[in-house]
């Protein structure tokens, strides 16, 4: 199973960004798809997460109104719109895939892990 994920990058306070993550080796429409950040010196947190179908959509306080995540079955790809980005979504970002839906708002909750895309938001 591979998760590659990237659009990360450089940008200001305000800008907007999309994050892509291309799964293979895996029947992507059966898994929870989840995208997770984690700052230096800080645990990995969550930040959002799309059932199988794509229906059903979760997020983290922190960035609700500002990102959103997207599923496209038939390219086994899962997104994370970010807009409005301020200096504090500053992280490495990862995508995530789970088989079941529960327990997804936490790492243990996932089986397979991208490499991870840096984002970097400058005030």
């Known amino acids: 199973v591979q998760l590659q994920a990237c659009g990360g990058g450089l940008v200001q306070a305000g800008d907007s960004l999309r994050l892509s993550c291309a799964a293979s080796?895996?029947?992507?429409?059966?898994?929870?798809m989840g995208w997770f950040r984690q700052a230096p010196g800080k645990e990995r947190e969550f930040v959002a997460r799309?059932?199988?179908?794509?229906?059903?959509?979760f997020y983290a306080d922190s960035v609700k109104g500002r990102f959103t995540i997207s599923r496209d079955n038939a390219k086994s790809t899962v997104y994370l719109q970010m807009n409005s980005l301020k200096p504090e979504d500053t992280a490495v970002y990862y995508c995530?895939?789970?088989?079941?839906?529960?327990?997804?708002?936490?790492?243990?909750?996932?089986?397979?892990w991208g490499q991870g895309t840096q984002v970097t938001v400058s005030s």
């Open positions: 080796g895996l029947t992507f429409s059966s898994y929870t």
């Open positions: 799309i059932s199988w179908r794509g229906g059903v959509t």
């Open positions: 995530a895939a789970a088989r079941t839906y529960y327990n997804t708002q936490s790492p243990p909750g996932y089986d397979y």
